[in-house]
């Protein structure tokens, strides 16, 4: 990707705030450009934030209706919407106004918003790749569809948000691991799991790239396990995923079974359930990090926590007065492991699409739910 593709990308994650995207692409990409050059290739593009141009309120509202239905825009607060209509729709929309629509569009939705949540004890950590925290996502296990996913402790954001058909086997868990040690170029100081055998293999790996370094935290003590109540970060983001789009899919499949399209335990409905959904699925959480990953944290400074975009907090800790932690590995290693140690997961069985092929010659794979 050239560099006035990458100005527009970042532009269009929300990134409006051109001295940020000169740190992006000198800390990321190696390049070396002036904020006036990223000015002007914004204008360009025709690419602004200019106060008081805005979309009409007929698109706005027009658009959301249709995100309140999808899995992901049913359970999301006005904040969440607003980046989710800028950055799908590209869309000049304020948060002030989006809440407006809001509470006339979804009044019950804004009211189950407001009901008090669980209050968590303080987490702290002192920043980005101190500590990876690691879990997988069972609600929508009953259906055959288990997701794991990682969270950086200090920063937020999402490492990987992946489904899969199966979480017996360790070596699938321990690939989407290996993939994102390869994308970074290092491991955390330490990793926490539950005690779910799910991570049996990521606890092996983490220990074998840290055994030779002489922190406190090296060798076994890279790898924590313990109860999924002390897995603090990730534990608490469930309950946004849930919120974010989780809880529609949840839905939709209780509504499957009820109404008898859908029955458990017939394993061709199972292979039939996964050919049609899992790779929507896949896609919708792969949008979900994606759009967390990007999204404004407000900071509480009564409770010492930062604030700002995941993205930013992960890769420009420097900003925040605080530095990455991550060990650097070798990435001949990090290949030699997942051609051993990893397997990549089958969504359906093989025989299921020529099945489908004899059933509907002219089908196409689903796009959405």
Request: net charge positive; proline share 3%.
């Amino acid at each position: 990707m050239g560099q006035d593709e990458l100005v527009k990308n970042y532009f269009l994650q929300d990134y409006t705030n051109a001295d940020k995207i000169v740190g992006f692409l000198a800390l990321s990409h190696g390049m070396k450009v002036s904020i006036r050059t990223v000015k002007r290739i914004l204008r360009g593009y025709n690419l602004r934030r200019a106060r008081g141009e805005e979309s009409t309120i007929e698109t706005v509202v027009h658009v959301m209706p249709q995100e309140l239905e999808n899995s992901c825009g049913s359970f999301l607060g006005y904040r969440q919407l607003t980046q989710r209509l800028r950055r799908k729709y590209n869309l000049k929309v304020k948060r002030d106004n989006v809440m407006k629509y809001l509470r006339i569009i979804d009044r019950e939705g804004v009211e189950r918003r407001k009901r008090r949540r669980l209050k968590r004890r303080r987490y702290t950590t002192p920043g980005p790749n101190f500590i990876w925290h690691i879990d997988g996502w069972d609600k929508l296990a009953p259906f055959g569809f288990y997701v794991h996913g990682a969270i950086d402790g200090y920063s937020r954001r999402i490492l990987w948000l992946e489904v899969n058909s199966t979480n017996k086997n360790s070596k699938v868990v321990a690939f989407h691991y290996l993939e994102t040690v390869e994308q970074l170029g290092g491991v955390a100081r330490r990793v926490r799991s539950d005690n779910g055998t799910e991570n049996t293999v990521i606890a092996t790996l983490q220990q074998f790239f840290r055994w030779h370094d002489n922190d406190n935290f090296s060798a076994r003590k890279s790898f924590i396990q313990g109860k999924s109540s002390a897995n603090q970060r990730i534990e608490s983001w469930w309950s946004k995923l849930r919120d974010g789009g989780g809880g529609w899919w949840i839905n939709l499949f209780k509504d499957l079974r009820e109404s008898g399209i859908y029955k458990d335990g017939d394993p061709l409905m199972d292979e039939c359930l996964r050919f049609c959904f899992l790779p929507v699925l896949r896609r919708e959480l792969h949008l979900v990090s994606e759009l967390w990953n990007t999204h404004n944290i407000q900071s509480q400074k009564r409770h010492d926590v930062e604030g700002g975009k995941p993205d930013v907090m992960y890769f420009m800790p420097e900003a925040y007065n605080t530095r990455s932690y991550m060990r650097t590995v070798a990435i001949d290693d990090v290949r030699v492991c997942k051609r051993l140690y990893t397997e990549k997961c089958i969504d359906f069985h093989g025989d299921m699409e020529e099945l489908v092929r004899l059933l509907k010659p002219d089908y196409l794979l689903p796009t959405n739910a």
